[in-house]
């Protein structure tokens, strides 16, 4: 077994600093030069150096003589930022022995510190702390070991001081990589046993699986089966990031690095799946496969009906490279054809939206988001899913709607107004723990559907910016729900109808007729606004006519002005759409993920 | 080349509130050295042998527009220059000098503060047969609103004056929409400027241009724009009470008695050619007739405009440069859409043949979606804006473009 390996992630809440690190790391051990670098080379999409999170998984092999005079791999797996993916979390996690917890020395610990350290802990993970940017004035070091050692078991008492962005520490991570954390067991004589933790499709060689060996090993030409997917592939190269790509003779137990093998799919190498051999097989997969399962839904529509086939391809092109998204064709009245998507999480679903529009020059109206409501029958068994508020029925007698644990961080001074936001969100809190003296860390138990969209941004807003958050689904619960249908001109928009608790409907209700007000331009025509739940109006606002609307003069000739004009105007205009005579703006459509708290 | 406008880009002392045409104050040795410029930009035209081939070597055309800025800024000797040059270069129709010919329009822009008797006497002696006054308001307070550096007082002389002088063919400009103003306000600057008998009214909207002090004062709300519902009963009551006085509401923001409509701006709406002098002077070129279209000639109508500073103008006309920079190629989808949205500005609509040349069977189809709702009107083998659709031709615009897939 090679004694000379490092398996080790870092883990951090978000801008505490972990992209940072890992550049550091890599220009400290030569895989870059500096020159090489560009901030933050691990994060390679676009929309990743813009967002500053990582939203796929990432190895690096850094070579290291340490201070023993021995030389060390050192593989670095990068793990994305953000809760909707927190299963690859776990499976990049469960590839390592050991992870980097980094905690930024001005912030303290946040919810994310923890809920990371406890799915290290829950891995078996050795874990480091790193408290990161001493170098700021208002860094507080031993407030953070203090921090540490009341929230999370590990022995916080000699953490490592560190600035990514000074430099300094880098050479005290390492060698503490080296000498902490273990190297991997496993027996190379096995039957190969390897880890999925991401994959992603190339144009031009199929799709790229990286993995982590655990038993056994695996060259060019082996059969190889991936036992979840149970399918059988030939393997055409094995290799390593170094961060350039680099084919290597084999990957033995203990590994991290690529395989490729003719595979078309992504779906077919789903995270947390095992590879083993045809001709050899393991008895039973590596612990801890679930399939990835979306958690939001909504529409995509194009603007313009001609680009439905183009938003189709591109769906499918996408789709090989994230097995994690869903979609299936759905019509509206009122948008017309288009595609219901399930995404892992709100941030998924804007990405995902994002490069539709980016990388395929097509415009898209999304409706309002939804989770998944169940109707139960009277034995209490699932009859059916509801993913759209299309197949809502107000007359359905037993709905669930599902609900999560949420873990808030808050500084003493902010208490109350957060009671308040998770009071107005139907939650229950179910603990309360001091840490440290003016530090609170709530557990509260909550509908999905009231905190997927604005509630992370109230929060961040009403604690000016020093809460932090993290949670995860826990289950379905009954729920007192019904929906609400909105008209325009007397004509039903079933891409706006919403799905809210029957006690706050009047009270929301009203707030979306008014925010759509704001939001549908006006027309040369009247635009009745209406909220109804079955027959029954509950709200109304209106839309007055358009009156004046015409360019006074084009002075001297000058039309180019004019013509300029008419562009943006037209331009606006194909951003909207069309439903009966009225044009909608996309914003209409999540008007109601903008919502007041009562 | 039907038309020509020359841009003299000074003002009085300061700009008005909320202008954001180029303009600078005025500088007599500055202004002379534009003076230049302008002799150097026509040379080098005539040079290139573009525009400036006809009879005698001058350009024939059937308007003329002298704007600005504030054109009568400069000093009576700079004017007898100016309009000596034009007289060499230019010619309308018949005869010689500016104006010389039947038919012709030759206008020039007044400040009422910037006039008096000798200047209208030196414009009639130079060929200008129409002044445009730019009075704006008959009242004070607008007035200050405004920006404007000249009294009511000042208007109502400024129109003695130049028909004394001789002028017959008198318009004002006139804008309504300003912060304050009442009904009864716009009512009385109406009813004064009827009664001094001038032949043509500009009634425009006032528009909030970007970065200029007016729209900063309104962002910072120590002026109020009024509501459109105001705005609107301010246009009517200018369309009510200028056709009960006879006059015809040609355009958008323009009403004029039988025969007094500005050709000169009918001829932007038509698309009909037009040169501008002067710095950030705008130009129109069409295209070339297939048959006819020789090598190098544009195949696509053409737009273009000066140079924007008035130092990088005369800079460039020093150094023997044309000063068109911004020049736009128009496709013939463009020229599709201008003659759709510059057509629609007159009373006189655009004529269904040339659609249906231009579009085929869709624009009589689309614009009869239009008609249903009472926003167009067809007839005499003409579409044109209802009287409910001038007051908001842009929506009516964009939505026809869009039906006809522009």
Excluded at chain 1, 506 to 512: D, E, H, I, N, P
Excluded at chain 1, 535 to 544: F, G, H, N, Y
Excluded at chain 2, 115 to 136: A, C, P, W
Aim: hydrophobic share 40%.
């Amino acid at each position: 077994m090679p004694k000379n390996i490092r398996n080790f992630s870092i883990v951090a809440h978000i801008d505490h600093g972990k992209s940072t690190i890992a550049d550091r790391l890599l220009e400290f051990t030569g895989a870059l030069s500096h020159r090489e670098m560009t901030a933050q080379v691990l994060d390679s999409m676009d929309l990743e150096k813009e967002r500053g999170i990582t939203i796929k998984a990432h190895s690096v092999r850094l070579s290291y003589k340490a201070q023993d005079g021995q030389e060390y791999l050192l593989n670095l797996i990068d793990t994305p930022g953000h809760v909707d993916f927190s299963y690859e979390v776990s499976r990049s996690l469960a590839s390592c022995e050991g992870a980097l917890l980094i905690i930024d020395a001005t912030q303290g610990v946040e919810a994310q510190t923890i809920a990371n350290a406890y799915l290290a802990i829950e891995n078996d993970l050795e874990i480091v702390p790193v408290i990161n940017k001493i170098d700021l004035p208002q860094a507080d070091p031993e407030r953070v070991i203090a921090q540490l050692e009341e929230t999370i078991p590990i022995d916080a008492s000699n953490p490592i001081l560190a600035s990514a962005k000074a430099g300094i520490g880098i050479g005290d991570i390492l060698e503490a990589v080296v000498k902490k954390i273990p190297p991997p067991k496993g027996d190379d004589s096995a039957p190969l046993k390897a880890l999925i933790f991401d994959s992603w499709f190339d144009a031009y060689r199929g799709v790229i699986a990286l993995v982590r060996v655990f038993d056994g090993s695996v060259q060019a030409g082996m059969k190889i089966r991936l036992m979840g997917a149970g399918k059988d592939y030939e393997v055409g190269e094995v290799g390593v990031f170094t961060p350039k790509i680099l084919p290597v003779g084999r990957l033995g137990a203990g590994d991290v690095g690529y395989i490729i093998a003719g595979i078309k799919d992504v779906a077919d190498t789903r995270v947390g799946d095992t590879i083993t051999g045809t001709e050899n097989p393991a008895s039973e997969r590596l612990p801890g496969y679930r399939e990835a399962r979306p958690m939001v839904y909504c529409g995509l529509y194009p603007t313009e009906h001609h680009q439905y086939a183009a938003l189709k391809a591109a769906l499918e092109k996408l789709k090989l490279n994230d097995a994690s998204f869903t979609y299936e064709p759905e019509s509206s009245q009122a948008l017309g054809f288009g595609f219901r998507s399930g995404f892992l999480g709100l941030l998924h679903m804007e990405i995902i939206r994002e490069r539709l529009e980016r990388e395929f020059g097509l415009t898209l109206i999304s409706t309002t988001p939804t989770v998944i409501y169940r109707a139960i029958d009277d034995e209490g068994n699932e009859k059916a899913l509801i993913d759209s508020p299309s197949k809502w029925d107000n007359s359905e007698k037993n709905v669930q709607e599902p609900y999560v644990k949420a873990v808030i961080f808050v500084p003493e001074a902010y208490l109350g107004a957060v009671f308040d936001l998770c009071r107005a969100r139907r939650g229950v809190q179910k603990d309360f723990n001091y840490i440290g003296k003016d530090r609170v860390m709530l557990t509260y138990e909550l509908p999905m559907n009231e905190i997927l969209w604005d509630f992370f941004d109230k929060l961040k807003s009403m604690t000016k910016g020093y809460a932090s958050l993290d949670y995860e689904f826990i289950g379905y619960r009954d729920a007192d729900l019904v929906r609400v249908d909105i008209l325009l001109n007397s004509e039903p928009v079933d891409a706006l109808a919403i799905i809210v608790p029957k006690e706050k409907a009047y009270f929301l209700a009203r707030q979306v007729v008014e925010k759509l007000r704001g939001l549908i331009p006006r027309h040369m025509f009247e635009v009745a606004i209406q909220a109804a739940i079955g027959s029954k109006v509950i709200a109304r606002e209106t839309v007055r006519a358009l009156r004046k609307d015409v360019t006074a003069k084009c002075y001297g000739g000058d039309i180019s002005r004019k013509r300029k004009l008419l562009e943006k105007q037209k331009e606006g205009k194909r951003k909207m759409k069309q439903v009966g005579r009225v044009e909608v703006p996309q914003e209409a459509f999540l008007a109601v993920l903008q919502l007041e708290d009562k | 080349m039907d038309s020509v406008y020359v841009h003299i880009p000074f003002c009085l002392a300061k700009k008005c509130l909320y202008c954001d045409f180029v303009s600078m104050p005025y500088s007599p040795p500055v202004a002379q050295r534009y003076l230049g410029a302008l002799s150097r930009e026509i040379a080098l035209l005539k040079e290139a042998g573009d525009f400036l081939a006809g009879p005698q070597d001058k350009l024939a055309v059937k308007s003329l527009f002298i704007g600005g800025g504030t054109p009568t800024v400069l000093e009576t000797r700079q004017l007898e220059e100016l309009l000596d040059l034009l007289g060499k270069n230019f010619v309308f129709q018949q005869g010689s000098g500016v104006g010389a010919g039947a038919g012709a329009e030759v206008t020039i822009e007044v400040n009422p503060a910037t006039i008096d008797t000798e200047k209208s006497s030196t414009l009639l002696k130079g060929g200008v047969n129409r002044i445009s006054i730019g009075v704006q308001s008959f009242s004070g307070p607008e007035l200050k609103t405004l920006g404007r550096l000249h009294t009511s007082r000042d208007a109502l002389d400024a129109v003695k004056t130049v028909k004394d002088a001789g002028f017959e063919n008198i318009s004002i400009d006139l804008i309504y929409g300003i912060p304050g103003q009442r009904v009864e306000d716009w009512r009385r600057t109406l009813e004064t400027a009827l009664a001094l008998g001038v032949r043509h009214v500009s009634a425009y909207e006032l528009t909030l241009e970007e970065h200029t002090p007016l729209s900063g004062l309104v962002e910072k709300g120590a002026l109020r724009m009024p509501e459109e519902d105001e705005v609107v009963r301010l246009y009517f009551l200018a369309e009510e009470m200028l056709e009960a006085a006879g006059f015809v509401h040609y355009e958008v923001s323009n009403y004029a008695l039988a025969g007094r409509e500005s050709l000169h701006n009918l001829n932007y709406w038509r698309r009909g050619e037009y040169l501008g002098l002067g710095a950030a002077a705008h130009s129109f070129k069409r295209a070339s007739q297939r048959f006819f279209s020789t090598e190098g000639a544009p195949r696509n109508g053409k737009r273009w405009k000066n140079a924007d500073g008035i130092f990088r103008y005369m800079d460039l006309l020093e150094k023997d440069v044309l000063p068109a920079e911004e020049i736009f190629l128009l496709t013939p989808e463009e020229e599709k859409r201008e003659f759709v949205f510059l057509g629609l500005r007159t009373r006189e609509g655009i004529s269904v043949s040339d659609g249906r040349d231009l579009f085929g069977p869709d624009m009589e189809k689309e614009a009869g979606l239009l008609v249903k709702e009472g926003l167009l009107e067809m007839s005499r083998g003409f579409i044109r804006a209802s009287r409910a659709g001038f007051p908001v031709l842009d929506a009516i615009i964009l939505r026809l473009l869009a039906g006809l897939g522009l």
